[in-house]
């Protein structure tokens, strides 16, 4: 089991955007080539807050994903802030509407988290890891539960994520009572019934799948499909133990 680590812009006010933000940088876009260009590095994202028991609600909320080392490879001979400014026109406008901007921090130019240049993320390996099934949860929390999330989303740094196999049998299991049980005898607080779960995860007594339990691990994934489909219809637990007797 491989746990990853969420995406940390270093500056979230920037790279964070709503779905009305996200329109306008592509209607502003020069031409459809750069259009293009444009909406294949916007992601769909998830926040902690997000996260719920075995599945997820998007917030139509989106990142810029401009990996660090993509200027230096792409540029040739021009200098790095003109080509970014002419392969994406649009997006570097947006970008420079906060030069002025006042916050916290050290703002989207100064910032310590990011690539080569301001415009892109810090150094990450494992982009490809996010286009994939995955599992994920809240880093610090006093609710230990685990989301399904599909294909192509993002996740913030407020998460961890698992990626690979048989991922329905495996939330099925870390969202079971026994591993809460575990976990919160195993872990760390850091406050008021929070944890740091990284370690805990990584440790959690998962059973391997073998020809003897084939049968459970089945059933297991089938009820872990079910759940996702209840909350599709948003059905409370009554409804859904109406559901379940009925069958």
Do not use: H
């Not at 916290?104 to 490809?128: A, I, N």
């Not at 539960?145 to 099925?172: E, H, Q, R, W």
């Not at 994934?221 to 599709?232: F, N």
């Amino acid at each position: 089991m491989k746990i990853y680590f969420g995406i940390k812009t270093g500056y979230n006010e920037a790279f964070i955007i709503d779905t009305e933000t996200r329109n306008r940088i592509l209607a502003n876009c020069r031409d459809e080539e750069e259009r293009k260009r444009t909406e294949e590095i916007i992601k769909p994202i998830l926040r902690g807050r997000d996260i719920k028991k075995y599945y997820y609600k998007w917030a139509e909320l989106w990142v810029i994903i401009i990996p660090a080392g993509w200027t230096n490879k792409n540029r040739g001979e021009k200098q790095g802030e003109e080509f970014f400014k002419e392969t994406f026109t649009s997006l570097y406008n947006y970008f420079i509407s906060f030069v002025n901007v006042k916050g916290k921090g050290k703002g989207l130019f100064q910032r310590d988290d990011q690539g080569d240049y301001w415009w892109e993320l810090r150094p990450c390996d494992y982009y490809q890891e996010f286009e994939k099934e995955k599992i994920v949860w809240n880093r610090i929390t006093d609710q230990i539960i685990f989301s399904y999330v599909a294909p192509g989303f993002y996740v913030l740094d407020s998460t961890f994520m698992i990626t690979g196999k048989d991922l329905k049998f495996l939330i099925g299991v870390l969202n079971s009572k026994i591993i809460a049980c575990w976990i919160k005898l195993s872990a760390a607080t850091l406050g008021e019934g929070s944890y740091g779960a990284k370690i805990y995860i990584e440790k959690s007594p998962i059973p391997p799948i073998t020809k003897q339990n084939q049968s459970i691990v089945k059933n297991i994934e089938e009820l872990v499909i079910d759940k996702l489909v209840y909350k599709l219809y948003d059905l409370k637990d009554e409804e859904i133990r109406i559901i379940e007797e009925s069958i």
